[in-house]
């Protein structure tokens, strides 16, 4: 349940749909002179997987030797990508899927030219809704002591082995979503499919683990209504 200290958050439940077990995705490529290449001139591989409507997708892009970049073209013809999902310039992206069919994985690179060996890994599994919240970031909000932005400050418990995904949208502004793990860990996202979503994927370990999310933006002084929703994932 998401907690909100000092306030009471409405939650909506959600009945569950049975899970399936997870669907590994695992390619192994290199970019390198004489592959295709993008209109700024960065070589890509292409790789296809046939995903379910509401399944959660994980993808990472692994290499030593290249700035990796994400892209996935949706069946609809929409596009989603990520440079850097984390401190090492490796790409990531998490997102449910909204339409069952064909999602074309572009595997290519931040700079135009960049060769070298990657690995693309990631997984499809089914998630079941759990609970949704709304809030607002208002004047009266927490800011971020460092940066200025306006926080909102919630906690949730994961059992032993328990792994959820978390969504905060906004039609208001730019989402921005921390979190911070018991263990010192700390996880952020800021775009997931676009500006308006943001996602993370938390995951409880064998004792389980309590997070404190942070609700905030992108950039200062941002404020408006927002929604929280979250998924049990699938082992």
Request: proline letters at 3%; glycine letters at 8%.
């Amino acid at each position: 349940m998401f907690k909100q200290p000092g306030s009471i958050v409405a939650i909506l439940l959600f009945m569950a749909t049975a899970p399936v077990f997870a669907q590994p995705i695992s390619f192994n490529g290199s970019l390198q002179d004489g592959d295709e290449t993008l209109e700024n001139g960065e070589y890509v591989d292409e790789y296809e997987i046939e995903v379910r409507q509401g399944e959660l997708v994980e993808l990472k892009m692994l290499s030593d030797s290249i700035d990796t970049y994400l892209v996935v073209i949706l069946p609809d013809g929409e596009q989603v990508e990520n440079d850097d999902a984390d401190e090492d310039l490796n790409a990531g992206l998490y997102f449910i899927a909204a339409q069952t069919g064909t999602y074309r994985i572009l595997a290519t690179s931040a700079m135009e030219e960049e060769t070298g060996r990657y690995t693309l890994t990631g997984s499809r599994r089914a998630v079941r809704p759990h609970e949704k919240t709304k809030g607002e970031l208002n004047a009266q909000d927490t800011r971020n002591w460092k940066t200025g932005e306006y926080c909102d400050l919630y906690e949730i418990e994961l059992a032993p082995n328990e792994t959820r995904a978390i969504e905060l949208s906004s039609d208001a502004f730019d989402t921005y979503l921390v979190a911070h793990g018991a263990d010192g860990q700390m996880l952020s996202n800021d775009d997931s499919t676009d500006t308006s979503k943001s996602m993370l994927v938390l995951e409880g370990g064998p004792r389980g683990m309590t997070f404190t999310l942070v609700v905030t933006t992108f950039s200062t002084d941002e404020t408006g209504p927002y929604r929280m929703t979250s998924w049990q994932v699938a082992e």
